[in-house]
């Protein structure tokens, strides 16, 4: 499908922002439209860390898994 192109410290530091914008949101301390930006935002990060792909990455020509491919 694709190649992965994120390496482990960077899919780490994608869950962990994502995690703690998420929790931001389900716990009223980030509402509004603001509140929203933080929601999908998290998603996306967190989705990219999962697949441990990056489409502006890919566009970028960046890898961070370390080897190359």
Do not use: Q, S
């Amino acid at each position: 499908m694709f190649k992965h192109n994120m390496g482990t410290t960077d899919r780490a530091i994608r869950a962990i922002i994502a995690v703690i914008l998420i929790a931001l949101y389900f716990t009223g301390n980030v509402t509004g439209v603001l509140g929203w930006i933080a929601l999908i935002v998290g998603f996306v990060l967190l989705a990219t860390a999962v697949l441990r792909w990056c489409p502006p990455y890919t566009l970028l020509g960046i890898n961070t898994e370390g080897k190359k491919g």
